[in-house]
């Protein structure tokens, strides 16, 4: 019977099972679609992430079709004398396909997530053309093969997850000029709307690191003074700032704070084209997402960008002026500027001195244009420190006294997961999992020696997205990680050989190198050789494209 006739129920059927099978694909294609939005819908970031990885997850995929596709044709090997064109028993073998495919899905799903993937209106619509897609290529597979490969009948739909990796990427490309056009109706309303705050006082704030916890830390202080807005989490993006801007900003506030994120050049230029911040931090620069970046010169351009987009007549930059690449900047700025260090500096603007940093946070003296005042906080590391100068010299500079100031670091709380304190079980916990630099993994080894009593033990997955940098790297993070940890616990492969040759070079014990391919791994080996008042540091934790 002709494939197409209209009396032709296997037609009927074939379209049911292509749909079907394009909405399975759908969550089956769950990491793709992840890692595509993690990349900020960038397609060079989803191809570092098929390179980083090895493409380990297509062999998931390539395993999943494989068995299926076994599966499929034995059974029809087996039932061929029982099975006619109109045989029912000809969909058998789909059975197995099925049971692999949710078996897949569910265990994708259950698998540990550092940010899960966002189900927003772009994603949606990202997925109801991928279901299109493969609903469409499903057929046609299923038609080729019944009309000239009658043996495999519909056995073909196996290799369908195959598809995947290319087929989610060109799902995106399909909507990209669809999506271009949605983001600028976007970025009008938010335009439109800051023009009604004639008054607002907009800051930007931008670094490879550094800016989440700048951002909150200036929050609290100008809440001293100010009705603040500031950006959730970390909104970084064109539609996490529009979002900020139409959602979260109300009349009734004095101060927007944004954090502005960035993976190649012109994203910083990008985001103050639709912010038009007056006041911008620079946290720091360094090689953090190299990767993409290509090189730290392009790093230093694009950071400098929210500098270059601050009015020239009542604009303010303040510069990190412990950052070699942010001093440098700050001698090329020909607008209002200013600069902080953490030790005394007359030409800063602001400084610390006498500073005590303790495993229960830092007293100093915050000295402000020449202003002094005694500060307590319980946030640990020095890093923290240069991130409370930075906030407190715009503070000053937008009319908060430095009682205020005082009084708002005071109530500063460690932010989850950046070098966070917890006691658990007689354990000391130091939680510095979000992310981790060069810099700020040296501060958290400053504040982890500060503990003093049982072991400590180090769980860390090394430093990733540094590019040409990042064996270099680790192994210089091994060789200083002996110097402090009892024990080390690497999570993943990825850095293991860089941070063991580096551990080993400085005749770290090698029986208190423990490899292990998970955090959850991690946390069990962590009961097996902890006692009461060991240290436990979780330095980074590995971004989900790299799991």
Same mark, same amino acid.
């Given at each position: 019977?002709?494939?197409?006739?209209?009396?032709?129920?296997?037609?009927?059927?074939?379209?049911?099972?292509?749909?079907?099978?394009?909405?399975?694909?759908?969550?089956?294609?769950?990491?793709?679609?992840?890692?595509?939005?993690?990349?900020?819908?960038?397609?060079?970031?989803?191809?570092?992430?098929?390179?980083?990885?090895?493409?380990?997850?297509?062999?998931?995929?390539?395993?999943?079709?494989?068995?299926?596709?076994?599966?499929?044709?034995?059974?029809?090997?087996?039932?061929?004398?029982?099975?006619?064109?109109?045989?029912?028993? /000809?969909?058998?073998?789909?059975?197995?396909?099925?049971?692999?495919?949710?078996?897949?899905?569910?265990?994708?799903?259950?698998?540990?997530?550092?940010?899960?993937?966002?189900?927003?209106?772009?994603?949606?619509?990202?997925?109801?053309?991928?279901?299109?897609?493969?609903?469409?290529?499903?057929?046609?597979?299923?038609?080729?093969?019944?009309?000239?490969?009658?043996?495999?009948?519909?056995?073909?739909?196996?290799?369908?997850?195959?598809?995947?990796?290319?087929?989610?990427?060109?799902?995106?490309?399909?909507?990209?000029?669809?999506?271009?056009?949605?983001?600028?109706?976007?970025?009008?309303?938010?335009?439109?709307?800051? #023009?009604?705050?004639?008054?607002?006082?907009?800051?930007?704030?931008?670094?490879?690191?550094?800016?989440?916890?700048?951002?909150?830390?200036?929050?609290?202080?100008?809440?001293?003074?100010?009705?603040?807005?500031?950006?959730?989490?970390?909104?970084?993006?064109?539609?996490?700032?529009?979002?900020?801007?139409?959602?979260?900003?109300?009349?009734?506030?004095?101060?927007?704070?944004?954090?502005? &994120?960035?993976?190649?050049? &012109?994203?910083?230029?990008?985001?103050?084209?639709?912010?038009?911040? =007056?006041?911008?931090?620079?946290?720091?620069?360094?090689? =953090?997402?190299?990767?993409?970046?290509?090189?730290?010169?392009?790093?230093?351009?694009?950071?400098?960008?929210?500098?270059?987009?601050?009015?020239?007549?009542?604009?303010? /930059?303040?510069?990190?002026?412990?950052?070699?690449?942010?001093?440098?900047?700050?001698?090329?700025?020909?607008?209002?500027?200013?600069?902080? #260090?953490?030790?005394?500096?007359?030409? /800063?603007?602001?400084?610390?001195?006498?500073?005590?940093?303790?495993?229960?946070?830092?007293?100093?003296?915050?000295?402000?244009?020449?202003?002094?005042?005694?500060?307590?906080?319980?946030?640990?590391?020095?890093?923290?420190? =240069?991130?409370?100068?930075?906030?407190?010299?715009?503070?000053?500079?937008?009319?908060?006294?430095?009682?205020?100031?005082?009084?708002?670091?005071?109530?500063?709380?460690?932010?989850?997961?950046?070098?966070?304190?917890?006691?658990?079980?007689?354990?000391?916990?130091?939680?510095?999992?979000?992310?981790?630099?060069?810099?700020?993994? #040296?501060?958290?080894?400053?504040?982890?020696?500060?503990?003093?009593?049982?072991?400590?033990?180090?769980?860390?997955?090394?430093?990733?997205?540094? &590019?040409?940098?990042?064996?270099?790297?680790?192994?210089?993070? &091994?060789?200083?990680?002996?110097?402090?940890?009892?024990?080390?616990?690497?999570?993943?492969?990825?850095?293991?050989? =860089?941070?063991?040759?580096?551990?080993?070079?400085?005749?770290?014990?090698?029986?208190?190198?423990?490899?292990?391919?998970?955090?959850?791994?991690?946390?069990?080996?962590?009961?097996?050789?902890?006692?009461?008042?060991?240290?436990?540091?979780?330095?980074?934790?590995?971004?989900?494209?790299?799991?």
């Amino acid at each position: 019977m002709y494939f197409f006739d209209p009396e032709n129920p296997n037609l009927y059927i074939s379209i049911a099972l292509s749909i079907i099978n394009g909405v399975m694909l759908c969550f089956c294609g769950y990491k793709f679609l992840h890692m595509l939005q993690l990349s900020g819908y960038k397609i060079q970031g989803y191809k570092i992430w098929l390179k980083d990885t090895h493409a380990k997850y297509i062999l998931r995929i390539a395993m999943l079709s494989l068995m299926s596709l076994i599966c499929m044709l034995v059974t029809v090997a087996l039932f061929d004398s029982y099975i006619s064109e109109q045989s029912y028993l /000809a969909y058998l073998g789909l059975i197995f396909y099925l049971i692999f495919m949710i078996v897949f899905i569910v265990n994708m799903y259950n698998a540990p997530k550092k940010t899960p993937l966002v189900q927003t209106h772009r994603m949606t619509r990202l997925c109801i053309m991928l279901g299109l897609i493969m609903a469409g290529l499903t057929f046609i597979l299923i038609y080729v093969t019944t009309e000239f490969i009658p043996f495999v009948r519909f056995s073909s739909i196996a290799i369908t997850p195959l598809l995947l990796p290319i087929t989610v990427p060109i799902a995106h490309g399909i909507l990209v000029p669809f999506e271009n056009l949605n983001s600028l109706r976007y970025i009008f309303f938010a335009r439109k709307k800051l #023009k009604k705050f004639n008054n607002l006082i907009k800051i930007a704030i931008t670094g490879s690191y550094g800016k989440t916890s700048t951002k909150y830390i200036l929050n609290t202080i100008l809440s001293k003074k100010f009705n603040v807005c500031v950006s959730p989490h970390s909104y970084n993006t064109p539609m996490g700032i529009t979002k900020v801007i139409l959602d979260y900003l109300k009349p009734s506030h004095n101060v927007l704070i944004t954090e502005m &994120g960035a993976k190649q050049i &012109g994203d910083i230029k990008y985001l103050c084209d639709i912010v038009k911040p =007056q006041y911008g931090i620079l946290t720091s620069i360094g090689n =953090q997402h190299l990767a993409t970046f290509g090189t730290l010169e392009n790093i230093v351009k694009t950071k400098n960008e929210l500098i270059l987009s601050l009015p020239k007549e009542n604009g303010l /930059a303040v510069f990190n002026g412990e950052n070699e690449k942010c001093k440098e900047l700050y001698e090329k700025c020909t607008i209002n500027k200013i600069f902080i #260090k953490i030790d005394k500096d007359d030409k /800063a603007y602001a400084y610390a001195k006498n500073i005590k940093i303790t495993n229960r946070g830092i007293e100093f003296i915050l000295v402000i244009d020449k202003n002094e005042v005694e500060c307590k906080t319980k946030l640990l590391g020095k890093h923290n420190l =240069q991130n409370i100068l930075l906030c407190s010299a715009l503070s000053y500079k937008l009319g908060l006294t430095l009682e205020e100031i005082k009084l708002g670091i005071a109530k500063l709380e460690p932010i989850n997961h950046r070098l966070e304190l917890k006691k658990e079980n007689g354990l000391t916990i130091l939680d510095d999992s979000y992310n981790s630099n060069v810099d700020g993994y #040296k501060s958290a080894l400053e504040v982890i020696k500060l503990f003093k009593g049982g072991k400590k033990i180090i769980v860390t997955p090394g430093l990733v997205e540094l &590019g040409n940098k990042e064996n270099e790297e680790n192994y210089n993070f &091994g060789k200083n990680l002996a110097k402090v940890a009892d024990y080390v616990i690497i999570v993943n492969n990825t850095n293991y050989e =860089q941070i063991y040759n580096g551990l080993i070079s400085e005749n770290f014990n090698t029986n208190n190198i423990i490899a292990v391919s998970s955090i959850i791994e991690a946390k069990l080996k962590i009961k097996e050789i902890a006692r009461k008042n060991d240290i436990i540091l979780f330095e980074n934790d590995l971004p989900d494209n790299y799991v």
